[in-house]
């Protein structure tokens, strides 16, 4: 590795920022990774220790009216089993996650128009009840400033909402033309100004991406300044208009994990369930480029293969304790420690 890359890197961590040309050298080269992984699990380590934080995911709807080119659950799979879980289904998984020791639950779905403004503030405001000391996550996708703020007024706190590409032209490729980029973008501002811990983030290696897309990606969450970034390698599923695509690339994920640790070392990263797809220990790397959150799946084993975003997706038939105690395991042979703490993020 020469002086320049050690050099970028010392810089980079100093200074949260670099140039285009270097960051595009560090996306394009790999002789940087293992001192690039090491400065990256030093930062969130002066910062978040050797803590990971759990949330436990409840995936509660595969429905969805969207119908992006990428993903198993698009409206017009007519192969998609769908279902959808009620508030009582619901509230039995946070019941099962709260006897394990979870304090955050993430609500994930489809954008599923079944479920009104009124009933998710109704099953939010059911779950805050009845376990006042948790956080309340939802990641269902692009709503107004007034939903955005009803949620926030029974009780959640924090918002994913994941930009996938902030390129114009990219984002067309994976899009369909009712969907808009800028609203999406206008969603995650939104959700800011209501006080929302936001977190956003990207696909990498989708179809088309290209090292300027990527480049995109990281000035926009410049911008938005997030408190949470999800970076998962893009998997293709195979009842998609793009089920002939490759996959995308672990080591450029892990890559862009460590670049964001150093711009935004306050930042809540998970190793995600696609991490973990596309390599055995793909989460337990993450780790080490210094991701800092896991979700084990709060789901009941009888939808979790239902909710098909992609092909061959782990941990769909585990039990939650079994998923809890076979995730702790990977966080501590990769050198870390499993915590059930609601966990806030450090600014």
Known sequence: MTNDFLSAIYYLEKNHDLSDEDFIRFIEHCESDDALFSAADRVRRNIYGDEVYLR???????????NCYYCGIRRDNKNAQRYRLSCDDILLCCKEGYSLGYRT????????????????????????????DCAVTLSIGERSKESYRLFWNAGASRYLLRHETADEEHYRKLHPKEMSLANRQKCLFNLKEIGYQVGSGFMVGSPYQTT??????????????PDMIGIGTYITHKDTPFSNMTNGSLILALRLIALLRLMFPHALIPATTALG????????????????VVMPNLSPVCVREKYSLYDNKRCTDEESAQCRECIEKKIESAGYRAVTAIGDVKR
């Open 56 to 66: 436990g995911l409840i995936e509660f709807t595969s429905y969805c009216k969207n």
């Open 105 to 132: 639950f993430v609500l994930q779905g489809g954008e599923d128009v079944y479920y009104t403004d009124d009933m998710i503030c109704s099953i939010v405001y059911k779950i805050k009840s009845l376990y006042p």
């Open 212 to 225: 300027d897309n990527l480049l995109s990606d990281i000035r926009f969450l410049q911008e938005l300044d």
């Open 277 to 292: 797809t596309i390599h055995p220990q793909g989460r337990e790397k993450a780790l080490k480029a210094g991701a800092n």
